[in-house]
């Protein structure tokens, strides 16, 4: 008995996971491309609100970088 249940949520599960689709609950990406004098500071400045270093160290994360160094014409993804 308990086989066949285990069996039943294992197909359930499995058709679920092949129907699934995304919901787009974070929205449109916004992707800023980087201009001659922009840095991550500047960039985070003008694109949130609140503390700048938050939102340097979000924006690094989100675009996989190592440090704060941009190159001009980089495209960032902002989170």
Not at 42 to 56: C, K, Q
């Amino acid at each position: 008995m308990f086989v066949r249940i285990a069996l039943i949520v294992g197909i359930a599960v499995l058709a679920w996971s092949a129907v699934a689709r995304s919901s787009n609950a974070h929205g449109p990406r916004h992707v800023v491309t980087v201009r001659p004098y922009d840095t991550l500071w500047s960039i985070a400045a003008r694109s949130y609100g609140g503390d700048v270093r938050d939102a340097i160290w979000r924006i690094e994360r989100a675009n996989h970088l190592s440090g704060a160094d941009v190159r001009v014409g980089q495209a960032l993804v902002l989170p």
